[in-house]
Nanobody, 116 residues
Framework: VQLQAFGGGLVQAGGSLRLSCATSGITFKISSMGWYRQAPGQQRELVATITSGGGTNYADSVKGRFTISMDNAKNTVYLQMNGLKPEDTAVYYC???????????WGQGTQVTVSS
């Protein structure tokens, strides 16, 4: 299973970015997909997750600004990020969780830098 994240970059505060995570080699039923981020010196933290049925969960810090979506046919997950803040600066990682058995697969990460 491979996950490839795209769409990171440098943006000014208040700007927008759209991250995509393409997958290959998935032969199992997906339970959920998600985005996590890790800032320098910090632990990796949840940004947003989405189940195969469309249920979503967001970190409080991004609610109302970020939107996660998933294309079930393509096994691709997206993260629309609006109103970006300098504190959103981090490496963003996508993951996929298999339904059964439960395994978690990670992509390589994409850098998002928000300048003030």
């Amino acid at each position: 299973v491979q996950l490839q994240a795209f769409g990171g970059g440098l943006v000014q505060a208040g700007g927008s970015l759209r991250l995509s995570c393409a997958t290959s080699g998935i032969t199992f039923k997906i339970s959920s997909m998600g985005w996590y981020r890790q800032a320098p010196g910090q632990q990796r933290e949840l940004v947003a997750t989405i189940t195969s049925g469309g249920g979503t969960n967001y970190a409080d810090s991004v609610k109302g600004r970020f939107t996660i979506s998933m294309d079930n046919a393509k096994n691709t997950v997206y993260l629309q990020m609006n109103g970006l803040k300098p504190e959103d600066t981090a490496v963003y990682y996508c993951n996929v969780v298999s339904l059964y058995p439960r395994n978690v697969y990670w992509g390589q990460g994409t850098q998002v830098t928000v300048s003030s």
